[in-house]
């Protein structure tokens, strides 16, 4: 299908990006068709001579992972009509039927915010095929992860019946199909199918459904995947956006003849300060909605002059504008109005964004934001973000579980807090506070940061020897710890959440290679582990199972090793004697996916040197005519054997 000419005019007018879109959906939409969800706890009628039994055939959803796909909120205007040279390069791709490839690359910045879906330009095509019943998936929102081949089938599975009923015959056909290269999984459940379809369902070649990815951390890119889709993209569209940080392993491998197209997306255009102002009006709009008893009904916010200035500070680099809008998003201390203006003050000498150095405002701004920190308290500053940063917790930390890790009092920690708040760490209405994304990447990257650089190994290091402190302090390390507004030091909710945090560290000692966290492991005493269990915690048995063989394996050469089975003194002897008959010793050195794992009963290891030494039991759940599974850990002391 070729574009329709009254497209085509739009695109030769130079009219809007948002005309251009909508001619694009009135043009060049696909058939909508019945989507479902892919539960597992449907029941179902065997119909097998009714086309619906095909549709939700039950296995089919055992197969595959689960997938929904609710309906977002529709994309703002302004998201949509920033760049308009590059949807007037993407949308004729979409309606070209002779196109010369059907994978289109975007190199894009990959910060993940909570607004990421209004920084990507690939979230923007993914909402406009969806709109257009072109699909635009699996990409929507701003998945942490891309999605491997059977995420891909279950995304197209949701939204295509005749895909359906295709893939449940393969599925029940070649059941062996899951064990095959991803090469020839790729081709068997998504390139053949569409290619049927094709001659089958002629709206597939007028309409191609889009696929939306973006592959924003290389410590996840599936180079067979991106090899696969490249090779076999055919009948399907694929838009996939990169880092421009990276390189996309299929760039080395691409036919200079059907390359596919890639756009370099720029901060430095000729749009780029109308698109900046235009997005900043959209932004404060919101923030002024929020805090509209703050304003008077005809008031200007920000002023021209202000914006002025804004859109100089950010220009192009639209995902930046979040740290001005939580910077100035606070109603303490003269409110929006008042931060707005501290932000600017800070800005007067910084330098304009470039293709270079897209963040160089920011830098500018952080480099401010901490010199203004009194020198008193900035140790304590350093632990509070290491803490946070920790890449080991995604989760938020309260400022209770702070001054638990931190050694200090509540009132301590909330004293530096408001240093803090707002640009370098982000807190929801419930007092939960996580790193910023921007600020976390500028204390990693010293030639950024310069003398506030954090370094990995030490914000690890920070956090693990908080972690190990807090354990210390088990049963209840919270007590020494003055109540809070939101959170009573004696909740078991916070001290499984703090304890959750310091359990995790053990796991992750074993990816540092630090002496001298290793050193502090191996004289820790896991006594301190006894009141910790998986009824006690929000930690699964085979997350603990994890933690025992990783630093069982990266102990390996030393004698004896910190997780052990056989005895290495009278204490392990002592254990070992009060599991005879009861459990049988721990495999440590086969890992498996725990759906796999097919124990016999309940198996035991010994944690920890000397007297520190404990004792796991890893316990079963036996049922008849069913194979045994765990089911949950224990840690023993030597002084509670007795409770066996």
């Known amino acids: 299908m070729s574009m329709h000419p009254e497209l085509k005019r739009a695109l030769d007018a130079n009219l809007s990006a948002l005309e251009v879109i909508r001619l694009f959906t009135k043009h060049h939409s696909g058939v909508q068709e019945h989507r479902i969800d892919l539960h597992l706890d449907w029941e179902l009628d065997l119909r097998h001579s009714e086309w619906s039994f095909w549709d939700t055939w039950k296995p089919l959803f055992r197969k595959l992972f689960w997938y929904s796909d609710p309906e977002p909120a529709p994309a703002s205007e302004p998201f949509l009509s920033i760049h308009k040279d590059l949807t007037r390069e993407i949308i004729p791709w979409l309606c070209d039927s002779e196109r010369r490839s059907n994978v289109h690359l975007i190199a894009e910045g990959q910060i993940q915010t909570e607004n990421a879906s209004e920084h990507h330009r ?122 421009p940080e990276f390189k996309l392993p299929i760039q080395d491998l691409l036919d200079p003849f059907k390359c596919p197209r890639l756009t370099r997306l720029p901060v430095c255009y000729n749009d780029a300060p109308a698109d900046t102002k235009l997005f900043l ?35 192009g680099s639209f995902d930046a504008i979040d740290v001005a809008i939580y910077f100035v998003d606070w109603e303490g201390d003269g409110g929006p109005k008042a931060h707005l203006e501290t932000f600017l003050a800070y800005m007067v000498d910084s330098p304009s964004p470039s293709d270079e150095r897209p963040y160089c405002a920011l830098d500018y701004f952080y480099n401010q934001a901490f010199s203004a920190i009194p020198h008193n308290i900035f140790p304590v500053v350093k632990r509070i973000l290491s803490v946070c940063c920790w890449e080991g917790n995604p989760y938020p ?41 921007f600020c976390r990447s500028f204390l990693a990257d010293a030639k950024r940061s310069g003398r506030f650089h954090i370094p990995k190994s030490e914000i690890r290091f920070l956090s693990y020897e908080a972690s190990l402190r807090i354990i210390r ?31 995790k560290a053990f796991y992750y000692a074993s990816d540092t290679g630090s002496h001298s966290e290793w050193a502090l492991l191996r004289h820790f005493d896991f006594g301190y582990l006894s009141h910790y269990s998986s009824r006690s915690s929000r930690i699964h048995w085979f997350d603990f199972l994890s933690i025992l063989q990783e630093l069982h394996a990266w102990d390996k050469d030393s004698s004896p090793n910190i997780v052990r089975v056989e005895p290495a003194g009278d204490l392990d002897k002592l254990f070992i004697d009060k599991c005879e008959g009861l459990a049988e ?8 996916v725990y759906w796999e794992l097919r124990p016999t009963g309940p198996q035991y290891a010994l944690l920890g040197l000397g007297a520190g030494t404990v004792l796991v039991v890893l316990a079963t759940l036996r049922a008849p005519g069913v194979a045994p599974s765990y089911c949950g850990f224990s840690v023993y002391t030597s002084a509670m054997l007795e409770l066996m």
């Open 122 to 243: 690939a979230n923007a095509f993914a909402t406009i095929c969806y709109d257009a019943h072109r699909f635009g998936l699996p990409l929507r929102d701003a998945p942490r992860l891309p999605p491997g081949i059977f995420s891909l089938c279950a995304a197209l599975a949701t939204h295509s019946p005749p895909y359906r009923r295709i893939l449940t015959r393969i599925l029940i056909e070649d059941p062996k199909v899951f064990k095959l290269s991803t090469r020839t999984r790729f081709k068997k459940l998504i390139y053949e199918p569409w290619k049927t379809l094709q001659i089958s369902h002629p709206q597939y070649v007028a309409a191609p459904p889009v696929i939306v990815l973006r592959w924003h951390d290389p410590r996840f890119w599936d180079e067979e995947l991106l090899s696969s889709i490249y090779e076999f993209a055919s009948p399907l569209l694929w838009i996939i956006s990169f880092s």
């Open 281 to 315: 009006h959209h932004r404060f709009n919101i923030l002024r909605q929020k805090h509209k008893e703050m304003f008077t009904k005809n008031e200007v916010w920000p002023s021209e002059d202000q914006m002025f200035q804004l859109t100089r500070i950010f220009m």
């Open 397 to 437: 930390v309260s400022s209770l579980r702070l001054a638990c890790l931190l050694s200090n009092g509540h009132d301590s920690v909330l004293g530096v807090l408001p240093h803090l708040f707002r640009w370098a760490l982000i807190s929801n209405e419930i007092l939960l506070y996580s790193p910023s994304p």
């Open 473 to 503: 302090h088990s049963p209840n390390p919270f007590k020494s710890l003055k109540p809070a507004e939101w959170f009573d030091p004696k909740a078991p909710f916070e001290f499984v959440l703090a304890m959750d945090y310091a359990l």
């Open 585 to 592: 010793p721990l495999e440590l050195e086969e890992k498996q």
